[in-house]
């Protein structure tokens, strides 16, 4: 499969502390391909954002392969998982981390100015990816003048500007009342289609879920098709 973008093979995840050690995930299988649309259920604690956290760079397996668009996070140094997180990966939470004293274009920007050092190009991104989240009449505001839905539509905006291969989402309308779910959930769907990205997808909101293309259950450390 040469659009083949995340390869995982027997992915183990354990957390160990004096008292147990806590299997998390456990022979871990999953091959995505590029485009591919994925949602993920399963109950609070089975380890949903323990997968996230691998899939984009922020934690490491304790065993197991890991390859992303020809990548391997198994053995990569921190500089080049650096360089990962920040050029291909794209995250949205539950929380949308949006830097208080910014407002919602220098939000936007930051990661493409980072990667790039390219103030005007950035800002022109990011006023595309606003407007596009329908957000053109808000780039000068404060996130605290934003309504929470307005803030994760920037969250959005941000996670793409550096054109990522892959959204990873967790919890991403989990927030928000459901009026302002729906219009965030639209957009996560919309733009990961017209930007070419995968989107992986974290939810317990089985609406969300159902409109992925593919869908697991994580269960018992592994994923399990719906
Ligand atoms: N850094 C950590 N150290 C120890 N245990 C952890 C750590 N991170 C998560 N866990 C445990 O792993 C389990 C799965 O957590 P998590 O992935 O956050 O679940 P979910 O997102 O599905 O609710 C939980 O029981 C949690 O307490
Ligand atoms: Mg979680």
Request: with cysteine.
């Amino acid at each position: 499969m040469n659009d083949l973008l995340i390869y995982c093979k027997q992915l183990n995840k354990t957390f160990k502390s004096e008292a147990e050690n806590l299997e998390i995930i456990k022979n871990l299988d999953l091959s995505v391909r590029k485009r591919e649309q994925i949602s993920i259920t399963g109950p609070s604690g089975c380890g949903k954002s323990t997968l996230l956290s691998i899939l984009g760079g922020l934690d490491r397996p304790s065993s197991g392969t890991l390859e992303v668009a020809g990548l391997d996070l198994v053995h990569a140094d921190e500089k080049l998982l650096a360089k990962y997180r920040a050029a291909t990966v794209g995250f949205v939470f539950q929380f949308h981390y949006l830097l208080k004293d910014f407002s919602a274009l220098e939000n936007t920007m930051l990661p493409a100015f980072m990667l790039s050092g390219k103030k005007s190009d950035a800002e022109s991104k990011a006023k595309e990816l606003l407007n596009a989240v329908g957000l053109s009449d808000r780039l000068h505001h404060l996130p605290a003048k934003l309504s929470g839905g307005e803030r994760q539509r920037v969250a959005l905006a941000r996670a793409l500007i550096n054109r990522p291969a892959i959204i990873l989402a967790d919890e991403p309308t989990g927030n928000l009342d459901r009026q302002s779910a729906m219009m965030v959930e639209k957009l996560l769907f919309d733009m990961a289609d017209s930007l070419d990205t995968t989107l992986i997808l974290v939810t317990h909101d089985t609406n969300l879920a159902a409109r992925a293309g593919t869908r697991f259950v994580l269960t018992d450390g592994s994923l399990v098709p719906e």
